[in-house]
Nanobody, 121 residues
């Protein structure tokens, strides 16, 4: 009923940049908060950044000043621009969106399958 398609992961050298995208499709009435989480080799899944429907943003302390989250409401897409990447940013990145479908009265959380980001020289 809902599909989340992530793209943009890959291998990058320390100090480099990547841009992740996550597009939601389906019978979407409204897109509420959207965000990115990540899970490294030895870590629990953690919130990286989130953006509300009105555009307010929230970042993990470890990525402030380096990552920027944005959204295109017309495309139901959320982006994560990652600059000055560090080896400790290596993780699988998951997008998470709260959607209200035409068949629902309230929002529900949906998760993408994840995209791998590897920061290494």
């Amino acid at each position: 009923q809902v599909q989340l398609v992530e793209s943009g992961g890959g291998l990058v050298q320390p100090g480099g940049s990547l841009r992740l995208s996550c597009a939601a499709s389906g019978r979407i009435f409204r897109t509420n908060a959207m965000g990115w989480h990540r899970q490294g080799p030895r870590n629990q899944r953690e919130l990286v950044a989130a953006i509300t429907g009105s555009g307010s943003t929230l970042y993990a302390d470890s990525v402030k000043g380096r990552f920027t989250i944005s959204r295109d409401n017309a495309k139901n897409t959320v982006y994560l621009q990652m600059n000055s990447l560090k080896p400790e940013d290596t993780a699988v990145y998951y997008c998470n969106v709260n959607l209200v479908l035409y068949t629902q009265l309230f929002g529900m959380d949906y998760w993408g399958n994840g995209t791998l980001v590897t920061v290494s020289s």
